[in-house]
T-cell receptor, first 110, second 110 residues
Framework: EAQVTQNPRYLITVTGKKLTVTCSQNMNHEYMSWYRQDPGLGLRQIYYSMNVEVTDKGDVPEGYKVSRKEKRNFPLILESPSPNQTSLYFC?????????FGPGTRLTVL | GQQVMQIPQYQHVQEGEDFTTYCNSSTTLSNIQWYKQRPGGHPVFLIQLVKSGEVKKQKRLTFQFGEAKKNSSLHITATQTTDVGTYFCAGDNYGQNFVFGPGTRLSVLP
């Protein structure tokens, strides 16, 4: 089944404790992206990648890192999480412009 | 930077009534996409519009892209309870950085 998977689905952590949210797709898509969703703000793009070893900042990249060492995986790294990064995170991949979203990761930073 | 606005923020309709959401971009777009997110779910791609003045239909849904490629609308005829969710537009201004609108949350009363 073609899908985008994210792990973990839920995470509660404390300020400053490094964490990684994994994202994997099995559709051989070149384009992958991370979004955060906050009430009233819709989805805001954090980082995107047009192919392996190619990443670019989206609209809200501060406090996040990404890597794209292989086509299927696009992890999101929070080196020192802060409470304002509490949010719902979605990973997406696409071929052409139709984006396929993962199920989401709900992150709470205390 | 590019901004995408949507109105209304919320819409409550009686089942069978029509519904329209409007999307406006601060810059000219190369294309616009529409997504639907059910409560507790992830965004799901509905359609992409590329040409100036383009109109596309999917059963009871009609999508329009403005002549200036800065605005778009989604119209649902005779809403059903299965239409409940949040509808997002997303614009791409000739790059790969997608900007989503804040969404319109639709409630359908049976």
């Amino acid at each position: 089944e073609a899908q985008v998977t994210q792990n973990p689905r839920y995470l509660i952590t404390v300020t400053g404790k490094k964490l990684t949210v994994t994202c994997s797709q099995n559709m051989n898509h070149e384009y992958m992206s991370w979004y955060r969703q906050d009430p009233g703000l819709g989805l805001r793009q954090i980082y995107y990648s047009m192919n392996v070893e190619v990443t670019d900042k989206g609209d809200v990249p501060e406090g996040y890192k990404v890597s794209r060492k292989e086509k299927r995986n696009f992890p999101l790294i929070l080196e020192s999480p802060s409470p304002n990064q509490t949010s719902l995170y979605f990973c997406a991949s696409s071929y052409g412009n139709e984006q396929f979203f993962g199920p989401g990761t709900r992150l709470t930073v205390l | 930077g590019q901004q995408v606005m949507q109105i209304p923020q919320y819409q409550h309709v009686q089942e069978g009534e029509d519904f329209t959401t409007y999307c406006n971009s601060s810059t000219t777009l190369s294309n616009i996409q529409w997504y639907k997110q059910r409560p507790g779910g992830h965004p799901v791609f509905l359609i992409q519009l590329v040409k100036s003045g383009e109109v596309k239909k999917q059963k009871r849904l009609t999508f329009q892209f403005g002549e200036a490629k800065k605005n778009s609308s989604l119209h649902i005829t005779a809403t059903q309870t299965t239409d409940v969710g949040t509808y997002f537009c997303a614009g791409d201004n000739y790059g790969q950085n997608f900007v989503f609108g804040p969404g319109t949350r639709l409630s359908v009363l049976p």
